[in-house]
């Protein structure tokens, strides 16, 4: 199923997700990225495995031609979108940085809503970040 732009997958009961969205927003002034919640039901739609989960644990990119990444391989796909990402993108290509990013990333994930916690009023329990490579 080919789509028009890119859609980013975000949890919209997260705060940090929510201001992450809205600086990517402003980022991306080409408009390549279309921002859709997990809450939402079309996100089911495109993504089938998401009601397996229960919470989203990790955002999602989905690309023009319907490919699926995930958590930090989708930070680097939205990277490649955004004007001058092209060279953050590239730092992924380093020996460990990879490693060290997916890392970093899936600590936040487990711990988003300790961080800043939730943009509604509804806090639920993250999900570990570890089981995002089989959803």
């Known amino acids: 199923m ?3 732009t890119n859609t980013l997958i975000y949890d919209a009961e997260c705060r940090l ?3 992450t969205k809205e600086i990517l927003k402003r ?6 990225l279309r921002f ?9 739609s495109l993504v089938p495995d998401l009601p397996k989960i229960g919470r989203l644990n990790a955002m999602r990119v989905i690309d023009q031609e319907g490919r699926v990444s995930i958590g930090i391989d989708a930070l680097r796909a939205i990277l490649h979108l955004l004007p001058g990402g092209f060279i953050f ?3 992924f290509r380093l020996p460990g940085v990879y490693f060290v990013a997916e890392n970093i990333y899936c600590w936040i994930a487990r711990n988003r809503y300790r961080l800043l916690g939730a943009a509604r009023s ?8 570890r089981n995002h490579r089989y959803l």
Do not use: G, I, K
């Open 2 to 4: 080919a789509q028009q």
């Open 17 to 19: 997700c929510v201001s």
């Open 27 to 32: 980022l991306d002034s080409r408009r390549r």
């Open 122 to 129: 509804q806090v639920a329990s993250s999900s570990t970040c």
């Open 89 to 91: 993108a590239s730092l």
């Open 36 to 44: 859709l919640p997990f809450q939402d039901p079309e996100a089911f």
